[in-house]
């Protein structure tokens, strides 16, 4: 009989409890045992909305990350985040942010270095490996959990990360190769497995997705030999995979002394039957065939009709699963009151597709006649949206069908442009910025909260948020900045805030989504046909330089990354999707220069997160999404400088494409990874200017001038000086005046000695 389990859920909880708990415990408003009593509730919330599943997952709950709780599972936590020789709570958080609360404000360790998780927009902390690396168990947490949930009555499935996995996503710190370290690995994971066995556990569900990667031999045969080394003594795998079809690791993920495995079966629906084929019948085959990626409802007559067939065939080898884990969608449509209801028909957050593994389950169980009340509205839901007047706009197809090649282009080469733009800005060498936005204060959340709620007036609040920009240009002015920027202190989110003023978007209240830690966004729905009724950042921008003769920056979402950072619809390529964005922001763009404003940025901090996980695919992805840019940037004349940011964007691999861009200044996060980003440019000469980050803005640490200028002059010698700006990794939307102010003195006073040096 088909089982149905689930891979993962969503760990914020259904109102964000756990940001805000562990939050007032890194300020020391709370205790650790408030904080737990928290994360325990959401734990038990959780479990209970799965209770209907024939398992429930133990072990993807997480106070922060869990890459990071896997590092400290297999003991291999760097001794800069211990104190008195002994792993803690406190150690974890300044692993994961570079400051615990017994540190106090003054803290000076360098947190964990910070990366997307595959091709998401959430973030994981890199595990560290060196030659000095020793792993030691410490599964007391995970026994005690696995252990609670039991003892109430469900049949659980810990989740594991598995060590292939955790060794390919590590980073070392010396010349190491991260897989001489797999013996000792496999003898920690051996241990902790048979652990499991000796408490009861029949399944335990490991993951492994860089088997969607393209994978070299050395890798492969890493992957048979550790797999072997299970197969003697453990609970039974659950061999999982996501985000992608298995490609040339068909064979190998077919053939591994495992007793189950799970494949994507959304991304990778085309590969389904050559891995039935390939899988032995004494295995369990896990299909995931709700997509756990996006908020689309399921059309569950169609995922039936060619499921029931496998079901026959394997009987009772069959388990219906998400393709991954719901750690990527909101937790439940039910609370949304205010998304149009014949759009909210459309949509399935992490509590209804559990709603819907559960229907397809009962169906496979016992026909479709017992949940053909179900599967009819469901029907109905598919069928009205694919037949929405709402969904397509004649006008922006008509537009999109007469973009000529010359809408992409400058009118001058980069050489030009430059000349140009240093007569009109005059800027010093090593010119200072910001990426954007400046600390959203409690007071900035409150007016805009009583705005939305129409507790304030279009004129007060109005006045409000001039208000909040006289005071940050009267700051930039206090700091020295050489170019400003006004703040963004109206805007929310830097995609929710241009996706609530274009058309073809929805948004929901609480569809929350974690991005890293405590940190969590809402993502936009794209649900038709984009385009921008009315100019969206003009007002602000032109206030803001009213106030100052430094140059002001206009700041812009770039199309690539709305896109990535959306939940988009499924009904027409995505690069058709980006070209409609595109257009909508090149509209903005040109009434900023019309304005007035001849600085650009248009942030395109997701560009590498959407790249294909199989780099074969990424030469489709690149020339679009490049053109998507270009497309939006290049009506302007060769005066007027358009900036663009990635941020934890490793582009070593395509920085031609980067180059591609042709944006006249980029800047990147590289304080994290101590400029190691900027060794793409030992054999490739970047053309444009590039501002290599110098603040790691995720921390609360303040760094020291000291720091900063060690960083600059490493920067320096890989790049020639006069293309270098200097600037933090990111907005700071997320920090404190308290820590943006001191930061920001100590990185103007870095540039200023970096001019003395290089007179």
Same mark, same amino acid.
Not at 651 to 659: Q, R, T
């Given at each position: 009989?088909?089982?149905?389990?689930?891979?993962?859920?969503?760990?914020?909880?259904?109102?964000?409890?756990?940001?805000?708990?562990?939050?007032?415990?890194?300020?020391?408003?709370s205790?650790?045992?408030?904080?737990?009593?928290?994360?325990n509730?959401?734990?038990?919330?959780?479990?209970?909305?799965?209770?209907?599943?024939?398992f429930?997952?133990?072990?993807?709950?997480?106070?922060?990350?869990?890459?990071?709780?896997?590092?400290?599972?297999?003991?291999n936590i760097a001794?800069?985040?211990?104190r008195?020789?002994e792993?803690?709570?406190d150690?974890?958080?300044?692993?994961?942010?570079?400051?615990?609360?017994?540190?106090?404000?003054?803290?000076?360790?360098?947190?964990?270095?910070?990366?997307?998780?595959?091709?998401?927009n959430?973030?994981?902390?890199v595990?560290?490996?060196?030659?000095?690396t020793?792993?030691?168990?410490?599964?007391?947490?995970?026994?005690?959990?696995?252990q609670?949930?039991?003892?109430?009555?469900?049949?659980?499935?810990?989740?594991?990360?598995?060590?292939?996995?955790?060794?390919?996503?590590?980073?070392?710190?010396?010349?190491?190769?991260?897989?001489s370290?797999?013996?000792?690995?496999?003898?920690?994971y051996?241990?902790?497995?048979?652990k499991?066995?000796?408490?009861?556990?029949?399944?335990?569900?490991?993951?492994?997705?860089?088997?969607?990667l393209?994978?070299?031999?050395?890798?492969?045969?890493?992957?048979?030999?550790?797999?072997?080394?299970?197969?003697?003594?453990?609970?039974?795998?659950?061999?999982?995979?996501?985000?992608?079809?298995?490609?040339?690791n068909?064979?190998?993920?077919?053939?591994?002394?495992?007793?189950g495995?799970?494949?994507?079966?959304?991304?990778?629906?085309?590969?389904?039957?050559?891995?039935?084929?390939?899988?032995?019948?004494?295995?369990?085959?896990?299909?995931?065939?709700?997509d756990?990626?996006?908020?689309?409802?399921?059309?569950?007559?169609?995922?039936?009709?060619?499921?029931?067939?496998?079901?026959?065939?394997?009987?009772?080898?069959?388990?219906?699963?998400?393709?991954?884990?719901?750690?990527?969608?909101?937790?439940?449509?039910?609370?949304?009151?205010?998304?149009?209801?014949?759009?909210?028909?459309?949509?399935?957050f992490?509590?209804?597709?559990?709603?819907?593994?559960?229907?397809?389950?009962?169906?496979?169980?016992?026909?479709?006649?017992?949940?053909?009340?179900?599967?009819?509205?469901n029907?109905?839901?598919?069928a009205?949206?694919?037949?929405?007047?709402?969904?397509?706009?004649?006008?922006?197809?008509?537009?999109?069908?007469?973009?000529?090649?010359?809408?992409?282009?400058?009118?001058?080469?980069?050489?030009?442009?430059?000349?140009?733009?240093?007569?009109?800005?005059?800027?010093?060498?090593?010119?200072?910025?910001?990426?954007?936005?400046?600390?959203?204060?409690?007071?900035? !959340?409150?007016?805009?909260?009583?705005?939305k709620?129409?507790?304030?007036?279009e004129?007060e609040?109005?006045?409000?948020?001039?208000?909040?920009?006289?005071?940050?240009?009267q700051?930039q002015?206090?700091?020295?900045?050489?170019?400003f920027?006004?703040?963004?202190?109206?805007?929310?989110?830097?995609?929710?805030?241009?996706?609530?003023?274009?058309d073809?978007?929805?948004?929901?209240?609480?569809?929350?989504?974690?991005?890293y830690?405590?940190?969590c966004?809402?993502?936009?729905?794209?649900f038709g046909d984009?385009? !921008?009724?009315?100019?969206m950042?003009?007002?602000?921008?032109?206030?803001?330089?009213?106030?100052?003769?430094?140059p002001m920056?206009?700041m812009l979402?770039?199309?690539?990354?709305?896109?990535?950072?959306?939940?988009?619809?499924?009904?027409?390529?995505?690069?058709?999707?980006?070209?409609q964005?595109?257009l909508?922001?090149?509209?903005?763009?040109?009434?900023?220069?019309?304005?007035?404003?001849?600085?650009?940025?248009?942030?395109?901090?997701?560009?590498r997160?959407?790249?294909?996980?199989?780099?074969s695919?990424?030469?489709?992805y690149?020339?679009?999404?490049?053109?998507?840019?270009?497309?939006?940037?290049n009506?302007?004349?060769?005066?007027?400088?358009?900036h663009?940011?990635?941020?934890?964007?490793?582009?070593?691999?395509i920085?031609?494409?980067?180059?591609?861009?042709?944006?006249?200044?980029?800047t990147?996060?590289?304080?994290?990874?101590?400029?190691?980003?900027l060794?793409?440019?030992?054999?490739?000469?970047?053309?444009?200017?590039?501002g290599?980050?110098?603040?790691?803005?995720?921390?609360?640490?303040?760094?020291s001038?000291?720091?900063?200028l060690?960083?600059?002059?490493?920067?320096?010698?890989?790049?020639?000086?006069?293309?270098?700006?200097?600037?933090?990794?990111?907005?700071?939307k997320?920090?404190?005046?308290?820590?943006v102010?001191?930061?920001?003195?100590?990185?103007?006073?870095?540039?200023?000695q970096?001019?003395?040096?290089?007179?």
């Amino acid at each position: 009989m088909t089982k149905i389990h689930n891979l993962g859920f969503p760990r914020i909880g259904a109102n964000r409890e756990l940001k805000f708990a562990v939050e007032k415990y890194w300020q020391n408003e709370s205790s650790l045992e408030e904080l737990l009593l928290v994360s325990n509730q959401i734990s038990h919330e959780n479990i209970e909305l799965q209770a209907n599943l024939d398992f429930v997952p133990v072990g993807d709950f997480s106070l922060y990350d869990h890459v990071l709780d896997h590092s400290f599972l297999l003991g291999n936590i760097a001794s800069r985040f211990i104190r008195d020789n002994e792993a803690s709570i406190d150690s974890y958080f300044r692993a994961a942010r570079g400051r615990a609360p017994a540190d106090g404000a003054c803290c000076n360790t360098a947190a964990g270095e910070m990366t997307k998780w595959f091709d998401t927009n959430y973030h994981f902390i890199v595990p560290e490996v060196s030659a000095d690396t020793r792993f030691t168990l410490n599964a007391d947490a995970l026994i005690k959990n696995i252990q609670q949930v039991r003892s109430q009555g469900y049949e659980v499935k810990p989740v594991l990360l598995g060590p292939l996995t955790y060794l390919y996503l590590s980073k070392a710190k010396d010349d190491i190769d991260p897989l001489s370290l797999l013996e000792p690995l496999i003898t920690v994971y051996s241990e902790l497995l048979e652990k499991l066995v000796r408490i009861g556990v029949d399944w335990v569900q490991m993951d492994e997705p860089v088997l969607v990667l393209e994978l070299s031999e050395k890798w492969k045969l890493a992957y048979r030999y550790a797999y072997k080394c299970f197969s003697h003594s453990s609970p039974k795998l659950l061999l999982t995979t996501y985000f992608g079809d298995l490609g040339d690791n068909l064979e190998l993920a077919t053939q591994l002394p495992v007793a189950g495995l799970h494949i994507d079966a959304v991304r990778g629906r085309d590969s389904v039957e050559d891995v039935l084929n390939a899988l032995s019948n004494d295995k369990v085959l896990s299909l995931g065939v709700i997509d756990g990626r996006n908020i689309w409802k399921s059309d569950l007559n169609k995922i039936l009709d060619w499921v029931e067939p496998i079901a026959l065939k394997r009987q009772n080898q069959l388990w219906l699963a998400p393709s991954c884990s719901l750690l990527h969608v909101p937790v439940d449509l039910d609370v949304e009151q205010h998304i149009e209801p014949d759009i909210k028909q459309w949509l399935a957050f992490a509590k209804q597709k559990l709603q819907e593994l559960c229907i397809l389950g009962k169906a496979l169980k016992k026909g479709r006649q017992s949940v053909a009340v179900e599967l009819a509205d469901n029907a109905e839901a598919i069928a009205l949206r694919k037949g929405s007047s709402r969904v397509h706009n004649p006008v922006v197809q008509h537009r999109m069908q007469n973009v000529s090649s010359a809408d992409y282009e400058r009118q001058s080469t980069y050489d030009v442009r430059r000349e140009k733009q240093d007569i009109r800005f005059n800027l010093p060498r090593f010119p200072t910025t910001t990426i954007g936005s400046f600390p959203q204060t409690k007071e900035i !959340r409150r007016a805009r909260r009583d705005f939305k709620r129409g507790e304030l007036s279009e004129a007060e609040y109005k006045s409000f948020i001039e208000s909040q920009i006289d005071d940050c240009i009267q700051k930039q002015e206090e700091l020295d900045l050489d170019v400003f920027v006004h703040g963004e202190a109206e805007r929310n989110d830097m995609v929710e805030y241009f996706g609530e003023q274009l058309d073809g978007f929805v948004f929901s209240q609480f569809g929350w989504v974690q991005s890293y830690g405590s940190r969590c966004v809402k993502p936009p729905i794209i649900f038709g046909d984009v385009s !921008r009724p009315k100019v969206m950042t003009v007002e602000w921008t032109r206030y803001a330089q009213s106030l100052t003769d430094k140059p002001m920056k206009g700041m812009l979402t770039g199309p690539v990354t709305i896109l990535n950072w959306s939940f988009v619809r499924d009904d027409q390529p995505r690069a058709d999707t980006c070209k409609q964005i595109a257009l909508a922001i090149r509209d903005e763009v040109q009434d900023l220069q019309a304005a007035g404003i001849r600085m650009i940025q248009i942030d395109e901090a997701a560009l590498r997160e959407g790249l294909p996980l199989k780099k074969s695919d990424w030469h489709e992805y690149l020339q679009w999404a490049v053109d998507a840019f270009r497309l939006c940037a290049n009506g302007v004349e060769d005066d007027t400088q358009i900036h663009t940011h990635m941020c934890y964007s490793e582009f070593n691999d395509i920085i031609e494409s980067i180059a591609r861009l042709d944006a006249d200044v980029i800047t990147i996060e590289t304080s994290r990874s101590d400029m190691e980003l900027l060794d793409a440019f030992d054999s490739f000469s970047y053309p444009n200017d590039i501002g290599p980050g110098v603040y790691d803005i995720h921390s609360p640490n303040i760094p020291s001038v000291e720091e900063m200028l060690s960083l600059l002059q490493k920067a320096a010698e890989k790049l020639p000086v006069k293309q270098l700006w200097i600037n933090p990794d990111c907005g700071l939307k997320t920090r404190r005046w308290e820590e943006v102010i001191p930061a920001l003195q100590n990185m103007v006073t870095a540039a200023k000695q970096l001019r003395t040096l290089f007179k």
